[in-house]
């Protein structure tokens, strides 16, 4: 047990601070690269192609900071291994946008800040990893004990309101518990110093990426409700995404096209009737992988693809190795019966039977179905039932904390898995 005896303290290192980081970012990154150019070139100054880069490079830096940050507080992400993706992403969007319109700008002012940028949190994710680990206080009482098993955390289990613990980021309580007052009173003296207090259930869905669904009362369907603001931008994003995406492989898909009929009898596509928003039948769109009219058994059996599925064709399992058999789902998003991010659908018959034998399961359906999701990327494919309960506290945790930052995260970590084509089936 890590018991210490001085001062609860939430100050952390200047180096945690989102000003210091962000300022020093735009110093280091973008003001920088420009006295160098200035230094070299006085009427440099006066261009206006080094004031269009710097502006630009401005927003891209802002851009790519806000959503390193946000994209680091979701559960299982090393925010190092994100940092390069997501600048590349902020600054290719920008400069493209600039590309496009035609803006004169520098290249080595826009080079030399995507460089320095990324350097720059590299280097402080580097330091800041080993500065101090993150420290929870954990108030004895109610279900706590399940914290025990979580990693990524420094706990102090403390036995009496009078243990304090020095440089603490949090306190965490359960908040169902029947706590006496000495303890209530610790909790508000520890609210009022300005050091966060969190429900158990909170940390733990936060550490898991997974929300527990045994009893709908717990998360309130109001706080499980998707933002409805987002859910239509995201469908015109995915609306005009999936609309270049076909134009522009559609000499691809034509070639996939026939590889596949010259590898095995039958359509190129498979079609399937699957659930998804709002709990509607529609008929889903892939390449199809397996031989026709293949296998034995019942339509549950038929519809649950095994691993080395000895139904699957030469050509399918090149095509399910890099996803590749997903992209006429495009055709789907188009229709709006999809999303690129989302729960996986499942096959009608399959998803009656899970909603036989599982709580709440129907759910999942508040959101369009996605090519890929966060269950997909925790989880792989699953077929059992206990599985896929498991899979629904991850489809929950995706609808609870539903927002463009956990979609780029989800992005990353599909691109991530398909280049080498590990977790297909």
Do not use: C
């Not at 207090?197 to 940390?203: L, T």
């Not at 996605?370 to 989880?379: E, K, L, R």
């Amino acid at each position: 047990m890590n018991v210490a005896t001085s001062t609860l303290v939430g100050s952390r290192h200047f180096l945690f601070r989102i000003r210091f980081q962000l300022i020093g970012g735009l110093t280091f990154a973008i003001v920088a690269p420009a006295l160098i150019r200035i230094a070299f070139k006085p009427d440099a100054v006066y261009v206006a192609n080094l004031q269009v880069t710097v502006a630009a490079a401005v927003i891209a830096h802002v851009a790519g900071f806000l959503a390193y940050r946000r994209i680091g507080n979701f559960p299982g992400v090393a925010a190092a291994s994100y940092i390069l993706p997501t600048f590349v992403l902020s600054y290719g969007l920008v400069f493209l946008t600039i590309f496009f319109f035609r803006f004169e700008y520098s290249r080595f002012q826009a080079a030399a800040s995507f460089t320095q940028s990324t350097l720059w949190y590299f280097g402080l994710s580097i330091i800041t990893r080993h500065l101090e680990p993150y420290r929870l206080v954990v108030i004895p009482g109610g279900n706590v004990e399940r914290l025990r098993t979580l990693p990524g955390v420094h706990w102090f289990w403390i036995t009496s309101p009078g243990t304090v613990i020095e440089r603490a980021n949090g306190v965490v309580v359960d908040l169902r518990a029947d706590l006496d007052a000495e303890w209530e009173r610790y909790i508000a003296d520890r609210a009022l110093s300005g050091t966060p207090v969190y429900h158990v259930k909170q940390v733990s869905e936060s550490l898991t990426g997974r929300v527990e669904i045994e009893h709908l009362s717990e998360n309130t369907l109001g706080s499980l409700n998707p933002n409805q603001a987002y859910l239509k931008i995201k469908q015109a994003i995915d609306w005009i995404s999936a609309l270049v995406m076909i134009v522009a492989l559609s000499p691809f898909v034509v070639l996939i096209a026939l590889l596949i009929r010259l590898d095995s009898e039958g359509p190129v596509l498979f079609r399937q009737p699957r659930i998804g928003y709002r709990g509607r039948t529609y008929t889903v769109y892939k390449f199809r992988s397996m031989r026709q009219q293949a296998g034995i058994g019942s339509d549950k059996d038929k519809a649950i693809t095994k691993r080395d599925d000895d139904r699957i064709t030469r050509i399918g399992r090149f095509l399910r190795k890099f996803r590749i058999d997903e992209l006429p789902q495009a055709i789907n998003i188009l229709r709006g019966e999809m999303s690129w991010i989302g729960p996986r659908p499942e096959a009608v018959v399959l998803s009656h039977w899970y909603e036989a034998e599982l709580p709440f399961y129907r759910y999942r359906h508040i959101v369009r179905p996605g090519v890929s999701g966060w269950a997909q990327v925790n989880q792989g494919h699953v077929a059992a039932v206990d599985d896929v309960m498991e899979k629904l506290h991850y489809d929950f945790y995706y609808i609870k904390n539903f927002s463009p930052w956990l979609d780029v995260l989800i992005t990353l970590r599909t691109i991530k898995t398909m280049i080498p084509g590990h977790g297909a089936r």
